[in-house]
């Protein structure tokens, strides 16, 4: 089971008696338009499976935005500081060479997770 816990200011990641600190990059496009369905199917089967193979990876989080379906946001979680900017320098490229052809000046920051909670949310199109 994973669990986040709060410690002092800092979130600390617990899955099987370890602990660590939690990361994120976070990832902001614009689509081009009607290329909403590829880019996410591009994610699917390319980037997904990249980033899992990565040492650090936590879980990715895509959201788009649903009026005008134009501004994608990838919220990427990962183990440290160190293996999060690592692949931000060493594989942020591949990703960008499988799906940046379907967006437009994709830009990345990355941040400490200060807090967090758990959820489990039904995901549209998920089966």
């Known amino acids: 089971m994973t669990e986040f816990a709060i410690i002092g200011?800092?979130?600390?990641?617990?899955?099987?008696?370890?602990e660590w600190p939690v990361y994120m990059l976070l990832f902001e496009s614009r689509l081009k338009p009607g290329k909403k369905e590829e880019f996410l199917e591009g994610w699917r089967k390319e980037v997904l499976p990249l980033?899992?193979?990565?040492?650090?990876?936590?879980?990715?989080?895509?959201?788009?935005?649903?009026?005008?379906?134009?501004?994608?946001?990838?919220?990427?979680f990962w183990k440290s500081r160190e293996e999060g900017e690592r692949y931000r320098r060493q594989v942020?490229?591949?990703?960008?060479?499988?799906v940046g052809h379907l967006c437009s000046n994709?830009?990345?920051?990355?941040?400490?997770?200060?807090?967090?909670?758990?959820?489990?949310?039904?995901?549209h199109g998920a089966g």
């Open 51 to 76: 980033l899992k193979q990565q040492s650090g990876f936590i879980d990715e989080m895509l959201v788009c935005d649903d009026e005008k379906q134009q501004t994608c946001i990838g919220l990427c």
């Open 92 to 98: 942020f490229r591949q990703t960008k060479d499988l």
């Open 106 to 123: 994709p830009r990345v920051r990355g941040f400490e997770v200060e807090a967090s909670a758990t959820f489990n949310l039904p995901l």
């Open 9 to 18: 200011r800092r979130v600390e990641f617990h899955r099987s008696g370890k």
